[in-house]
């Protein structure tokens, strides 16, 4: 019991640990179950035992038995059916050639080439060889997104390296499921027409069992057949039956099964799916946490010494001076980026969670079928997953400053909230040369924002979504504008330190509105308006004015007019091609050369 309690106390902190210092989460993980297990037992433990044992002797321990597999193979199957629901085909098409090719033909020449590399430099037969490199595939957003948080990019290779992450993790572990069923069917020792049939048989049933169920469950839950509350469970319950469902007709199907099943759900018209994935995603974190202390902790030193040699070093050089770029190179060649972009894109490859995950359960199987070199699949992943998280979680800012993609100045904004008034001051904010992004759960204002081509999302602030759906690294100003005052405070709390480095600005809140007193120093604009005067003033007089000061008593005098006013809303001033916010500026030196900038009414001076 003790032992299972840290498991889930360990695992729940190295998840904040990763959060609080801004790493992956996977890093923490396997260090904590890498202590716990082998490591302790090494050189801590008087008896020689693990901390925390998942098999003894195979008969004791946390799982004993078959446990420990089950328990994984389990944990797996929700962790893909996940990923699953994350590959969505508008999404691949929205994307742009560059990351279709990178999935397609940079997936490809890694899956190749680290195979042809790893049978020569490990002498491993071409099936273990070729499972290992469809197991390293994967990058996953779990591992890219911590890194590239903290460096500000330009977009196009931000979204370069966000989407190939989203979208590689399904399709990797996609072509890890059907090597290595490709190798259960054949029993290591060559393909037969037996194990051929047997192989056809694991892809007829995995895809017609994910495909047919995924319909089934759409059809329950868009005829409200079940009650909301048990929609979640269901869904779980639904993808153990299928993966255990699918195993029973076709042995080692059921990985491929709800692979399937999620890709399905992702693109059907479910009402729930927001919901469905948020729920999964939640789950998911749980299980990762579990797991893979679980299973770094399972290893022993002998598995840790296979990698523990000059061979495992040149491998994992020529995955990151060789493969990668070459990879990458050849999916960009004729693309719009630049060089050093392309050099930085090739340099940011850690490989992630369902790497690692799948690479435990493949390895475990094929040990047990006497597949000979299936040993090295675990400790070799695992080498590559921990060398690239820790070389690019250490590295990524240098190399990003060193090949000149860094970005010195963050001078893109941020708006929560698309209302009238957003809309209106977005666009003129897009003329002075500035990239501006709305977010709003209001779909009718974001297709508003839209329609005049404002890039905008709609999103929930308070969901976990907001970095995996857009690419703000180049963000340095955080405006909140909702006709709320409590979710303006929040954004404001919440983003300030991520996206707000240049400013952070709310609305005025309506009781410092009456009071005309700030509670803090971040108001927008002036605290004489909230979200009611705003948009009031955007729907009569949608247009942005400026006018001249020749002195700061003209600019007092300028600024009192418009203030005013009802219908005119001071909101900045103009510096040369520099705006500032107004209730900022009002603290500084002004010029002659200075404009007034305010929203609505038009005001002859």
Same mark, same amino acid.
């Given at each position: ?6 498991? &889930? ?31 302790? #037992? ?49 999404? &691949? ?24 590399? #790893? ?56 072509? #890890? ?17 037996? #194990? ?21 469950? $759409? ?30 007709? /076709? ?60 061979? /495992?070093?040149?491998?994992?050089a020529a995955i990151i001076f060789i ?16 060089? +050093? ?30 597949? @000979?070199?299936? @040993? ?32 010195? %100045? ?7 909230? /698309? ?39 709609d999103i929930d602030i308070y969901s +976990? ?6 690419e703000l690294n180049d963000v340095g ?34 009781? @410092? ?9 971040? $108001? ?19 247009? $942005? +004015?400026? &006018? ?34 107004? %209730? ?6 002004? +010029? ?14």
């Amino acid at each position: 019991m003790i032992e299972l309690a840290g498991i &889930i106390i360990l695992g729940i902190l190295a998840q904040w640990f990763a959060w609080k210092f801004k790493i992956p989460a996977i890093l923490p993980l396997i260090l904590i179950g890498l202590l716990v297990g082998p490591i302790a #037992a090494e050189y801590f433990s008087s008896d020689g035992n693990k901390w925390i044992e998942p098999i003894w002797n195979g008969t004791k321990g946390l799982f004993p038995g078959e446990g420990l597999f089950y328990f994984v193979s389990l944990a797996i199957s929700i962790i893909l059916f996940e990923g699953g629901l994350t590959l969505r085909k508008s999404e &691949i098409a929205n994307v742009g050639p560059v990351i279709t090719k990178l999935i397609t033909l940079g997936a490809t020449v890694t899956f190749i080439v680290s195979g042809i590399v #790893a049978h020569y430099i490990f002498n491993l037969g071409w099936e273990i060889a070729l499972l290992f490199s469809a197991l390293i595939i994967v990058t996953g957003p779990t591992v890219i997104s911590p890194i590239l948080r903290n460096i500000p990019l330009t977009k196009d290779v931000a979204a370069v390296l966000k989407w190939e992450g989203i979208l590689i993790d399904p399709i990797g572990a996609l072509a #890890a499921v059907l090597v290595f069923e490709f190798i259960s069917v054949g029993g290591g020792s060559g393909f037969t027409k037996t #194990a051929l049939l047997e192989f056809a048989k694991i892809l007829l049933f995995g895809s017609t069992f994910g495909f047919t169920f995924a319909h089934a469950l $759409i059809f329950v839950i868009n005829k409200k057949l079940v009650p909301h509350y048990l929609l979640n469970v269901i869904s779980l319950s639904l993808v153990l039956f299928v993966f255990v469902l699918s195993d029973l007709f /076709a042995h080692e199907s059921g990985l491929l099964a709800v692979v399937v099943m999620g890709m399905v759900i992702a693109n059907s018209n479910l009402k729930s799916f927001e919901e469905l994935l948020y729920f999964k995603e939640s789950l998911s974190v749980l299980l990762i946490s579990i797991l893979f202390i679980l299973l770094a902790a399972n290893m022993d030193m002998d598995q840790l010494l296979l990698v523990f040699n000059w061979e /495992a070093a040149y491998l994992f050089a020529a995955i990151i001076f060789i493969i990668r770029p070459l990879a990458v190179f050849l999916s960009t060649h004729h693309s719009t980026l630049k060089f +050093n972009e392309k050099l930085f894109i090739s340099w940011v490859g850690p490989r992630g969670i369902v790497a690692a995950g799948i690479a435990s359960l493949f390895g475990t199987k094929l040990m047990k079928q006497g597949v @000979e070199g299936a @040993e090295y699949i675990t400790p070799l992943v695992f080498m590559v997953v921990l060398g690239t998280v820790l070389l690019n979680a250490t590295t990524a800012r240098i190399v990003a400053k060193l090949v000149g993609v860094f970005l010195k %100045s963050s001078e893109s904004i941020v708006i929560v909230g /698309a209302s009238d008034a957003a809309r209106v001051i977005a666009q003129y904010l897009m003329k002075s040369g500035r990239r501006v992004v709305l977010l709003d759960q209001n779909k009718g204002f974001i297709e508003k924002a839209r329609e005049v081509g404002i890039e905008a999302f709609d999103i929930d602030i308070y969901s +976990n979504s907001l970095d995996n759906d857009v690419e703000l690294n180049d963000v340095g100003y955080l405006i909140a504008m909702t006709g709320s005052d409590e979710v303006n405070q929040y954004a404001v709390n919440r983003f300030s330190q991520i996206y707000g480095e240049q400013g952070t600005y709310r609305l005025a809140t309506t009781n @410092e509105v009456k009071s005309k007193s700030p509670e803090n120093k971040d $108001i927008l604009f002036t605290v004489n308006d909230d979200f009611i005067n705003l948009n009031e003033s955007a729907k009569d007089f949608p247009e $942005i +004015n400026e &006018i001249k000061v020749s002195s700061a008593v003209d600019f007092k005098i300028k600024l009192a007019t418009i203030n005013k006013e009802s219908k005119s809303i001071p909101l900045f001033v103009r510096r040369g091609n520099e705006l500032e916010i107004v %209730s900022e500026a009002e603290k500084s030196k002004t +010029n002659g050369n200075d404009s007034i900038v305010y929203l609505g009414k038009k005001i002859t001076f």
